[in-house]
């Protein structure tokens, strides 16, 4: 029996402060006019306490705005945290939805069981997005490839200067409207391969969603911009040999037999929009081959033609075409090659059914607003 669960308050017993002084329309249509990504944020947030003695309690719905922390809480000594990413989503009848939002919830649960973090029920935090849009709804914008960026965060607010699990825990949720998440929109991308850093090792927090993978990645995502790339690769840390996935997105390769090949490790995060996209691709009757992917693999295959199409997908990005790999003695494709076509079919595919444009035959899509 889950304890949590007993312990989990009821959707009516979120206490709501409005904001005394929200967005007026006027301001809120110049945001949403060129949003950007996660830069201007909403009006409110929700936030839940959990406490090793009273399991999660007093879920609140109040203006954004800076937490209070002490200067020992045990998250800014010892990066006790996680966090997720979703959206939400418009459809033309002005409803509101998320894509698997189940799916978020289980991997903040799988993401805290590795960081010694209490799990979140996911019947918890699925309200805590309805709770969010029931009072900041405007802001989910009704423009092509926008929406609104859900971010789900939760770390050890305890202060104490010990090493252990903290007994005090908060769990926030924001949001931000966002536009597409590279400049470059859907169009493809060049990617620098990163021959010096990892991003994770064997046995570490590669499979979770804890911002330390992503404070990793930095250095080498900075030296990716300063070689005129969007992202960068990451080969697995003991041989440096396989491929593992970019700063924040799961790749993907598409073989001249129509086969899909995707890297398979345990310090690898499990992407939700990679697998759905591999379940949009198996429906159409292409094989999906998940396992280890050497470089060579990737490289040797742009060249002979085995490999048509190289693809990077995740929540913010959706699905972005790579045309170019890049390192410091080869380049593999061209920087002038268009996204494509199975990867340009399949993005629309998804995109389609996160919009409503499209049947939801496998039932991803959960109403927000209502």
Known sequence: MDLNNLLAPHKHDYA????????????????????GFGEVFTDHMVDLCWSERGG???PRVQPYGPIELEPAAAVLHYAQEIFEGLKAYRHADGSIWSFRPEANAERLQRSARRMALPELPTELFVESLKQLIAIDGRWVPDAPEASLYLRPFMF???????????????????ASPAGPYFTS????????????YSRAGKGGTGAAKTGGNYASSLLAQQIAYDHGCAQVLFLDSEEGTYIEEL???????????GTLVTPESDSILKGITRDSILQLAQDRGHKVER?????????DGVATGEVTEVFACG???????????????????????????LTSSLRQELTDIQYGRRDDVHGWMTRLDA
């Open 16 to 35: 709501v402060t409005p904001h005394p002084s929200p967005r007026t329309e006027d301001d809120l249509s110049a945001i949403l006019a060129a949003p």
């Open 247 to 257: 700063g924040g997105m799961n790749v993907v390769l598409v073989k001249a037999d």
């Open 156 to 174: 050890a607010k305890e202060a104490f200067l010990g090493v252990r699990p903290a007994r005090k825990v908060a769990y926030y949720l924001i």
């Open 56 to 58: 999660w309690h007093r």
């Open 185 to 196: 929109g859907p169009a493809p991308v060049s990617i620098w391969l990163s021959e010096e």
């Open 315 to 341: 929540t913010a990005a959706v699905v972005t075409g790579i045309n170019l790999l890049k390192g410091e003695s080869f380049e593999a494709g061209s920087a002038d090659a268009p996204i494509g076509e």
């Open 291 to 299: 396992r280890r992917v050497p470089i060579d693999e990737w490289r």
